[in-house]
């Protein structure tokens, strides 16, 4: 069974299909789940071999290509749903005429259940490219929010890089994730934006390409401003790689300017601490304060050479 049906005439008003009345002037949305049993005998009986195969493909990307009188659509949208993240990516996909809407989804489409929900007021889509141009604007709107939603949280994460100190964000690396992931999927859907608007199909008017040029904009700002958050990202990674190696570096600097001087004093202690027959000094008290005076010498030659050499 379909999850939803409704007759939707040319004034937005949505009826259940009657079997004793005719369509009339306005068109039929059907509206399937992937899984739904029913779905492969009702494309078979109303939806031409290849749009049926594009409407059952189990990995779809996003497209529109003309079809006889019809077209073949594909889009995607940002996942709100509770079973994974925004960017693991939700797909609906179309088959349009001038009196039949289907759209088959496997996961909750929020802009269809809008929709759904503005065909029970009376409210719904004039026509079928009214149809694809609202959900157009229902997928881009949610995209352009959560594109938002993640430009401001890198703003936050390029805070960090005013403070040498801080270690590099945690959630930096999954960002950048969702960014990339985000990207590829939204680059395909600009491309089929405006595939589609080059259409030259006669259902859509004037107006409806006027506002699918809108949605093919925020498309390609949207496309725009994954590259620079990903770029920024990158940088802001690139920025706490180059502190740490720096602070590594100069770490390893003050280690070795150590050994540089403690290295002639080891020897020399090590030497006199020998435990054999004719060391100088065993007999003469004054020996251990004579040594320790030269170690003191030493220390104070080697900073002076290493000084004059500028290592310090």
């Known amino acids: 069974m379909p999850i939803c049906v409704f007759d939707i005439a040319p ?3 949505a009826s259940q299909p009657a079997a004793d009345r005719p369509l ?8 399937f789940d ?14 031409p071999d290849i749009p049926a195969a594009a409407l059952t493909a189990p990995e779809t990307r996003p497209r529109a290509d003309v079809y006889g009188d019809g077209l073949i659509l594909n889009l995607r949208g940002v996942n709100l749903n509770s079973d994974g993240p925004a960017d693991r990516m939700v797909a609906v996909r179309m088959w349009v005429t001038r009196s039949m809407v289907v759209t088959v989804r ?10 759904r929900e503005r065909a029970e007021e009376g409210q719904g889509p004039t026509t079928p490219m009214g149809f694809v141009g609202a959900l157009t604007a229902g997928l881009m709107g949610r995209v352009r929010d959560t594109v938002f939603d993640l430009a401001e949280r890198i703003d936050a994460l ?3 890089v005013h403070d040498d100190t801080a270690p590099l964000p945690a959630e930096l690396v999954e960002e950048r994730r969702m960014a990339i992931r985000l990207r590829r999927y939204l680059g395909p859907q600009r491309d089929a934006l405006i595939a589609l608007l080059a259409t030259d199909t006669t259902m859509m008017s004037q107006g409806q390409r006027a506002r699918l040029r809108e949605h093919t904009n925020l498309a390609k700002l949207a496309v725009e401003e994954l590259e620079a958050l990903i770029a920024r990202m990158t940088a802001v990674q690139d920025h706490h790689t180059a502190q740490a190696a720096l602070a590594q570096g100069r770490n390893g600097y003050v280690l070795s300017i150590v050994a540089a001087v403690f290295l002639p004093l ?10 054999v027959a004719g060391m100088p000094g065993v007999d003469v008290p004054w020996a251990f304060a004579a040594l320790c005076a030269g170690l003191v010498v030493l220390t104070a030659a080697a900073i002076w050479v290493l000084r004059r050499m500028r290592w310090i």
Do not use: K, Q
Request: no cysteine; charged share 25%.
């Open 24 to 31: 009339g002037d306005g068109y039929r949305w059907w509206h």
């Open 266 to 275: 080891g020897f020399l202690t090590g030497l006199f601490g020998v435990n």
């Open 158 to 160: 390029e805070d960090t």
């Open 11 to 13: 004034d937005g008003t």
């Open 106 to 115: 496997m996961r909750r489409i929020f802009a269809l259940n809008e929709i």
């Open 34 to 47: 992937l899984s739904d049993p029913d779905l492969p005998e009702f494309l078979a009986d109303h939806v």
